[in-house]
């Protein structure tokens, strides 16, 4: 059997983490395109806006010409304009263009008499377009819903839209046999990892562990690892509550300890030293995070929001409800009373989970184990190769 020539368009972590070297049978190829040479140039010449629409959407657009000599293009997130045959793989809708995102569900004749939009659908059910791979089910939902505005090519999409769980490599390899440091410590350590903070329940997370020390006496510990970036998309935090959680956990480094960035590797053995993942989010595409916790027996905590019950459950952790939308799973967040509201949910949540932790330990090692195990069943690494290479070899048999 000849050895598949997949090409690539970045080598971002979305990449690495669901399309470079996940089938052994191939080698992966990096491929420049138009638009990523045009993006280099403007932005050397700093001629880039990157506000404007045009320029967000080229993010999402690939086009070779053909001139990259691979048999398949694999793509995360963009549109294939090249006659080369190709994948895509999505986490919330495809084409991922920005008025496609603000106004799929609050202005459809906005999106459909849009030629760019139109296009790039036509592109998604051509015979050149293999597959589309949906990394979560939610995300097969929200795809579905957005292509009832493109009846005609509604059908061609979704009948090539498959959803496969990115793999996930399990961090040891005897979860009955791990430490965990609330068995052996007067604590329970809990982890946030994501430069996404604010977005992640940051905020809640911090406001939770005080009040429990502070008023329930629960020795609780917190180690944060994050660029604390500014949110404009769900919170609208920035500038000032920045400075609010760096001066708090100054003058609490006590209890938290803060990374603004630590290697791969060395987030995964801090993992090793925590008892419980965090990820209470109020928006997430999907929570990677939550994965990486589980493959080392640590349970998560989570909200229910997106892909998050696909991937927890009060089995192998704990799930905070939130209002949410029906198809898709997005939380409530875009008006002030309805991020008011999250944010509550979140923290009572959060403390709710955390006094049912300190009250039974032992339910730390019991659904860690339980998370492994899922992890083990649901995304193991060579059935992820299996059915990325079938799809590819469609595409050299056409």
Sequence with gaps: MSV???????????????????VENATYCLCRDYY???????????????????E???????????????????????????????????????????????????????IQSNSAVYKAVYLLAKNKCIS????????????????????????????????????????????????????????????LVGHQFFRKGGIEIIQATKELRDFDNVPVKLCIVSGLKNDEYATKSGFYEKEWVLNFIEKNESWIKYHPFLPYEKVLKKIFECDVGLLPSYAETYGYSVLEFQAAARPVITTNIR??????????????????????????????????KLSNDIRHGLLAVIRQIASNPALVREKGIQAWNRIKKEHDPATYSTKLESIYQRAIQR
Aim: one cysteine or more.
């Design 4 to 22: 598949l020539r997949i090409g690539h368009a970045s080598q971002q972590y979305p990449e690495k983490r669901n399309i470079i070297g996940k």
């Design 36 to 54: 990523s040479l045009r993006s280099r140039v403007k932005g050397f010449l700093r001629f880039t806006d990157s506000h404007s629409d045009q």
């Design 56 to 110: 967000f959407n080229n993010q999402f657009r690939f086009n070779d010409f053909g001139l990259n000599r691979v048999d398949c293009l694999h793509l995360f997130n963009s549109v294939n304009y090249s006659s080369t045959p190709w994948v895509a793989t999505f986490e919330t809708c495809i084409p991922r263009f920005r008025n496609v995102l603000k106004h799929r569900n609050d202005d459809p004749k906005r």
């Design 132 to 191: 589309t791979i949906a990394i979560s089910r939610s995300a097969y939902e929200i795809q579905e819903q957005f292509l009832d505005l493109f009846p005609d090519a509604k059908p061609t999409i979704m009948q090539k839209t498959k959803v496969v769980h990115p793999p996930q490599i399990l961090l040891t390899a005897d979860a009955n046999s791990l430490w965990y440091p609330c068995e052996t410590k007067s604590e329970i350590s809990f982890m």
């Design 307 to 340: 892909a998050f019950p696909e991937i927890n459950n009060d089995q192998c952790g704990w799930v905070i409800p939130v209002a949410k939308k029906e198809i898709g799973g997005e939380a409530y967040y875009h008006s002030a009373e309805d991020r008011a």
